[in-house]
C-alpha cells in the first residue's frame, strides 16, 4: 500500500534554513507527482508547490518562490523540500501527498516545523 | 490565480441532518478538478471527492460532490458523530493549485 514517511518536527531560530523529507512506498516512485502543502496553527491548508520525480522538474508557488527548494532521490524513492531564511510565520506542519493526478490522494503524517528564537 | 471561497465558514448541525457545503472559485475550474477533503485535528487531511464529483475509495456514499465551472457543492446527506470535521475544496486544474478557506461542520 502507499506509503509517504515523513521526518521528524523540528525547531529552528529565525534566518535559519529546514529540510524535510518524504519518504515513499508501495508504488512506482518516478510516476507520480508529490506536492507539499503547509498548515499553521489553527489555519487552513496552503499549497507550497509541486515535484516531478521523474525529472525533477519542480512548480513553486510564487508566495514561495527563491525560499523553497523541492528535490528528490530516486535511489531511496524520498522527496525533501527545504525552506530557507525562516520566520515565525513559517512555524506549521508541513505535509507531503501525492494523488492519481494532482489531487491530494495520499498523505504524509506531517512535520511540525517551530521556527523560534 | 484561482481563490477559492468557502461558505459558510461554520455549519451547526445535528447528527442525521443533511449538511450543504459551498465552494466558489473566482474563475472556471478547468475540467473540473476540483477536490474535497476531510480533516480532523490533529490528522492529516483525508480525499473525499475528486473532479468534482467522485467519490474516492472507501469514502461513504452519504458524501457526494457536485458542480462545475465556477460552483462547487458537497453534500452529506445524513451526518454521523464522525463526520463533524473541517472540510477544505482545492482546485488542482491550474498552477498555482490552490486550498479554499474551509468550513467547519461542528455539532
Known amino acids: 500500500q502507499v506509503q509517504l514517511v515523513q521526518s521528524g518536527a523540528e525547531v529552528k531560530k529565525p534566518g535559519a534554513s529546514v529540510k524535510v523529507s518524504c519518504k515513499a512506498s508501495?508504488?512506482?516512485?518516478?510516476?507520480?507527482?508529490m506536492q507539499w502543502v503547509r498548515q499553521a496553527p489553527g489555519q487552513g491548508l496552503e499549497w507550497m508547490g509541486i515535484?516531478?520525480?521523474?525529472?525533477?522538474?519542480?512548480n513553486y508557488a510564487q508566495k514561495f518562490q527563491g525560499r523553497v527548494t523541492m528535490t528528490r532521490d530516486t535511489s531511496t524513492s524520498t522527496v525533501y523540500m527545504e525552506v530557507s531564511s525562516l520566520r515565525s510565520e513559517d512555524t506549521a506542519v508541513y505535509y507531503c501527498?501525492?494523488?492519481?493526478?494532482?489531487?491530494?490522494?495520499?498523505w504524509g503524517q506531517g512535520t511540525l516545523v517551530t521556527v523560534s528564537s | 490565480e484561482i481563490v477559492l471561497t468557502q461558505s459558510p465558514g461554520t455549519l451547526s448541525l445535528s447528527p442525521g441532518e443533511r449538511a450543504t457545503l459551498s465552494c466558489r472559485a473566482s474563475?472556471?475550474?478547468?475540467?473540473?478538478?476540483l477536490a474535497w477533503y476531510q480533516q480532523k485535528p490533529g490528522q492529516a487531511p483525508t480525499l473525499l471527492i475528486y473532479i468534482a464529483s467522485n467519490r474516492a475509495t472507501g469514502i461513504p456514499d452519504r458524501f457526494s460532490g457536485s458542480g462545475s465551472g465556477t460552483d462547487f457543492t458537497l453534500t452529506i446527506s445524513r451526518l454521523e458523530p464522525e463526520d463533524f470535521a473541517v472540510y477544505y475544496c482545492q482546485q488542482y486544474g491550474s498552477s498555482p493549485l490552490t486550498f479554499g478557506g474551509g468550513t467547519k461542520v461542528e455539532i
Open positions: 501527498a501525492r494523488g492519481l493526478g494532482w489531487e491530494c490522494r495520499y
Open positions: 515535484i516531478n520525480p521523474s525529472g525533477g522538474s519542480t
Open positions: 508501495g508504488y512506482t516512485f518516478s510516476s507520480y507527482y
Open positions: 474563475q472556471s475550474v478547468s475540467s473540473s478538478y
